[in-house]
T-cell receptor, first 111, second 112 residues
């Protein structure tokens, strides 16, 4: 158990509404990530963080923003949700070197 | 664009057989290689990692790395129906901190 909690686990929202997904870790790890997983595309990196207030873009960052005001929390925000953002979102942390562990996932449906 | 390629499958093997899962990667600078297992509706879980050329064994699992050929594989011996899952290959990105780049996964089905 990597001590990662994602919330909400499931959400249905309407197109154009803002959505924030939260990732909480209990063990003070420096690196945190948000990935999305879609059929035919696999896991793709959205944003990552290497410390408090230190974040950077990943492969598919358009339409997403992130914030990390505390070591333990990494927030992913969809400013105006679109149907193309319907996906499963996984938060992850890096514990030793490149070894990444995932949270349980957040299933988001945009209707 | 750095890529990790896997055959999507499904790969079907009978119970007790050896399942062989393969992965190729495009970035010769990649140093770290990982195999994850993902059951339907669940998050990926780490099975093994390998950094050096050759074989690395852990129980029924063996990871094999050939950097010259840019090839990494996972062998599962004595396959069990509980091994039926999607297997994801991942390599370090070198550009996004310690993030990993993932292949799309190979679905393994083990029949009893």
């Amino acid at each position: 158990d990597a001590g990662i909690t994602q919330s909400p686990r499931h959400k249905v929202t309407e197109t154009g509404t803002p959505v924030t997904l939260r990732c909480h870790q209990t063990e003070n790890h420096r690196y945190m990530y948000w990935y999305r997983q879609d059929p035919g595309h696999g896991l793709r990196l959205i944003h990552y963080s290497y410390g408090v207030k230190d974040t950077d873009k990943g492969e598919v960052s358009d339409g997403y923003s992130v914030s990390r005001s505390k070591t333990e929390d990494f927030l992913l925000t969809l400013e105006s949700a679109t149907s193309s953002q319907t996906s499963v979102y996984f938060c992850a942390i890096s514990i030793q070197g490149n070894t990444i562990y995932f949270g349980e996932g957040s299933w988001l449906t945009v209707v | 664009q750095k890529e990790v390629e896997q055959n999507s499958g499904p790969l079907s093997v009978p119970e007790g057989a050896i399942a062989s899962l393969n992965c190729t990667y495009s970035d010769r600078g990649s140093q770290s290689f990982f195999w994850y297992r993902q059951y339907s509706g669940k998050s990926p879980e780490l099975i093994m990692f390998i950094y050096s050329n050759g074989d690395k064994e852990d129980g029924r699992f063996t990871a094999q790395l050939n950097k010259a050929s840019q090839y990494v594989s996972l062998l599962i011996r004595d396959s069990q129906p509980s091994d039926s899952a999607t297997y994801l290959c991942a390599v370090n990105s070198n550009q996004a901190g310690t993030a990993l780049i993932f292949g799309k996964g190979t679905t393994l089905s083990v029949s009893s």
